[in-house]
């Protein structure tokens, strides 16, 4: 190793030719080597990856990428590792700053923050900004699960940049509804997999609670109201997909055929309307109710709406 502070760039590549070659160029002149991990691409990934010179290594497909993320990890030969899907890019600010701290003697890994671009606009809201994510990292410092979406196993001392787009990875997340579709349901499949494994015991309440619930964190908790239309499309979309996960498992699970116990469809019901209930009622009373007696109306009603909520 001629040099402990280079940095090698990791980026893991499934039929994903055009994002990949925006990726590669934001960092051209930044990384001492770049490792593309080619998951049987059938587009031309490859070639764009030989073309701005990077190490090409084939991987299996996987419904994962994590494992792939180990193995790309130890074909590394830097002391500095970046990690990046191919539809993410560095701006010039983030790369000179994590060339700072290559000098740094104190730091193992570090969390950047990600700023996630969902049908063309930049989300801030629905629980999607700062969206930290531990992408730079020391080697030997960081090993992935095998679960899907997993936070990394980490070693040693860690910092967190300031929460700026200057400083934020750019994410071209969802560009369609299809293509978020798609996705859904492979991540059901895997999710659903996964608690299988788990022997997860489904509930009727999972498939009427989850959800909502999901819903309710993103538009409600998470503000996504004030990304507009797009946080409302956003949230319903991201409660169908927590839906299908539950929906998948019950297959995977033999497509049971028996019948709703009513006391447990009804209490989860009356959880949902109350959950619901409570998260609106926060809502109204932070955006759009400025007068006292519209507050207090509300506030009764929500009152009313607990003291009955178990009948």
């Given at each position: ?19 990949l ?31 701005f ?20 990890i ?18 010039r600010?983030l ?8 000098l ?14 969902i ?12 969206d ?15 679960e ?5 196993v980490?070693?040693?001392?860690g ?5 700026s ?27 659903a997999?996964?608690l299988?494994h788990?022997e ?10 989850k959800?909502?619930?999901e819903f309710?964190s ?20 991201q409660?169908?997909c ?27 019901s ?5 959950e ?18 519209k ?10 709406f ?6």
């Amino acid at each position: 190793m001629k040099n402990k502070n280079t940095i090698s760039v990791i980026i893991n590549v499934r039929n994903e030719a055009e994002n990949l070659s925006h990726c590669l160029k934001s960092v051209k002149g930044f990384a001492d080597e770049v490792i593309v991990v080619d998951m049987h691409s059938t587009d031309n990934s490859y070639q764009v990856a030989t073309s701005f010179g990077a190490k090409v290594f084939p991987y299996r497909w996987m419904k994962v990428v994590e494992p792939a993320r180990n193995f790309a990890i130890s074909k590394a030969s830097s002391r500095w590792i970046l990690i990046l899907d191919p539809d993410e890019r560095v701006g010039r600010s983030l790369k000179k700053e994590l060339k700072r701290i290559t000098l740094r003697s104190d730091i193992d890994y570090v969390k950047i923050p990600r700023m996630n671009y969902i049908f063309g606009k930049w989300m801030r809201h629905a629980n999607c900004w700062p969206d930290y994510l531990i992408r730079f990292f020391k080697k030997g410092s960081i090993t992935w699960k095998k679960e899907i979406h997993s936070q990394p196993v980490t070693k040693g001392n860690g910092i967190t940049l300031l929460d700026s787009d200057k400083l934020a990875i750019k994410h071209t997340n969802y560009t369609t509804v299809t293509q978020f579709i798609q996705r859904a349901i492979r991540y059901s499949s895997v999710k659903a997999e996964e608690l299988q494994h788990q022997e997860y015991k489904l509930k009727t309440s999972d498939l009427i609670l989850k959800p909502v619930q999901e819903f309710n964190s993103r538009f409600f908790a998470g503000e996504g109201y004030k990304d507009g239309m797009h946080g409302l499309v956003f949230s319903l979309l991201q409660s169908l997909c927590e839906a299908l996960i539950y929906i998948r498992l019950w297959e995977k699970q033999g497509k049971l055929d028996k019948p709703i116990a009513k006391e447990s469809f009804v209490s989860a019901s009356q959880e949902t309307a109350y959950e619901y209930d409570h998260w609106f009622t926060k809502y109204y009373l932070n955006v759009y109710s400025p007068f006292f007696l519209k507050k207090v109306v509300v506030r009764i009603r929500h009152f009313f709406f607990r003291l009955t909520k178990e009948f």
